[in-house]
């Protein structure tokens, strides 16, 4: 079984300062790592993925992850952040190779980026 | 525009209503999903279906009953509901190991 912790429910920051948001997983088995974002009322949108290569991943928005396999992590980093940028942030996992199985979400990091 | 449409976006029902959710996807995806979302609460998935056939169910109450006829579709009918049952309710798609997709959600309020 996969377990993903998020370990800081609500991350301030001030607008063009940078911010990290960690995120932590337990598998036995290689896996699949993912960011969503999800602003107000709306579903979750992928922000970026990991699969496999290059162990930093970058979304069109300026969002970078990077996977530490050694230290079981995927945190989410932005040099400067927007207003726009403030929204709820899942890191979520999925077994490699597993088929049809749904992913485990970490409960969620609240990013309120202050003007 | 996600390839995922839930209907209605919003939703008030009384407790003893009867009201569905109705989920549509157009990418090919043979899983499906239900999640509900409350406030200051992790996301916690309901049901799964793979192929149509329901092959999880995580102890959700009888009041929510899912189907699936088809790949495409996916309903939760709703009957006799309590206002803690008031939520944002998510479906998602996947097609294997890949990221899922998700509907813009149902906001249910249960009065």
């Known amino acids: 079984a996969q377990s993903v912790t998020q370990l800081d429910s609500q991350v301030p920051v001030f607008e063009e300062a940078p911010v990290e948001l960690r995120c932590n997983y337990s598998s036995s088995v290689s896996v699949y790592l993912f960011w969503y974002v999800q602003y107000p009322n709306q579903g979750l949108q992928l922000l970026l993925k990991?699969?496999?290569?290059?162990?930093l991943v970058e979304s069109i928005n300026g969002f970078e992850a990077e996977f530490n396999k050694s230290q079981t992590s995927f945190h989410l980093r932005k040099p400067s952040v927007h207003i726009s940028d403030t929204a709820e942030y899942f890191c979520a996992v999925s077994p490699w190779n597993s088929g049809n199985t749904p992913l485990v979400f970490g409960k969620g990091t609240r990013l309120s980026v202050i003007a | 525009e996600t390839g995922v449409t839930q209907t209605p976006r919003h939703l008030v029902m009384g407790m003893t209503n009867k009201k569905s959710l109705k989920c549509e996807q157009h990418?090919?995806?043979?899983?499906m999903y239900w999640y509900k979302q409350s406030a200051k609460k992790p996301l916690e998935l309901m049901f799964v279906?793979?192929?149509?056939?329901?092959?999880e169910n995580n102890s959700v109450p009888s009041r929510f009953s899912p189907e699936c006829p088809n790949s495409s579709h996916l309903f939760l009918h709703l009957h006799t509901l309590q206002p803690e049952d008031s939520a944002l309710y998510l479906c998602?798609?996947?097609?294997?190991?890949?990221?899922?997709?998700f509907g813009q959600g149902t906001r249910l309020t249960v009065v």
């Open positions: 279906y793979n192929f149509k056939e329901q092959t």
């Open positions: 990991y699969l496999s290569g290059s162990t």
């Open positions: 998602a798609s996947t097609q294997g190991h890949t990221e899922a997709f």
């Open positions: 990418l090919g995806h043979n899983a």
